[in-house]
């Protein structure tokens, strides 16, 4: 199976960190990978990609370029464009703490999270971006979600052991979410 993916968010929300921990899950799992980004002129706040192809065969086109099979839009800023980039049949994962209105797109299947809200109730706002990544793991199979963790844990390391548990609470959090969300 190959999947073509595409991480949108503002900068600062993470969308850059998810489509490294897919590329790393990926090759943890001796898939063929490949990761490409965009990034806005504003370090902060511009709005920022990133493109991942996971797959079991070899990537001949490492383009994803409307025709993502799974998106994420973190932000309403960058939402239309990201569920513009869904190919027909694919799906996208929406940050509906921060997309309140919801377009019309037919043949995209869209799962509407609220991601920035789950992770203020957990007390940091900055794992929104792990619980979506818990959510698209869930929804889509690409990857184990312990291949994910694993992935996670030796990412952040050392430097940042402390943030470990947390993040594994949000990635649960998203897991379940995208559970209650598929059987709706």
Known sequence: MRYKCAFAGSGGQGAALM???VCLAGIKEDKQVV????????????DSTGYVI???????????EDDADIAV??????YQSTLEAVRDGGTLFVNSS???EKL???GVKQLHVPVSEMAQDMGNVRVANIIMLGAVVEATGMLGSDTVKATLTETLG?????LVKVNMEALDKGIEAAKREMHK
């Open 73 to 78: 839009a973190m932000s309403d800023s960058i």
């Open 158 to 162: 050392k430097k940042k052991a402390a």
């Open 104 to 106: 019309d797109r037919p």
């Open 98 to 100: 921060l997309v309140r």
């Open 54 to 64: 996971v797959s079991e065969e070899t990537i001949g086109n490492p383009i994803v």
């Open 19 to 21: 489509a490294k921990l």
């Open 35 to 46: 990761m490409t980004q965009t990034y806005g002129i504003e370090q902060r706040g511009g």
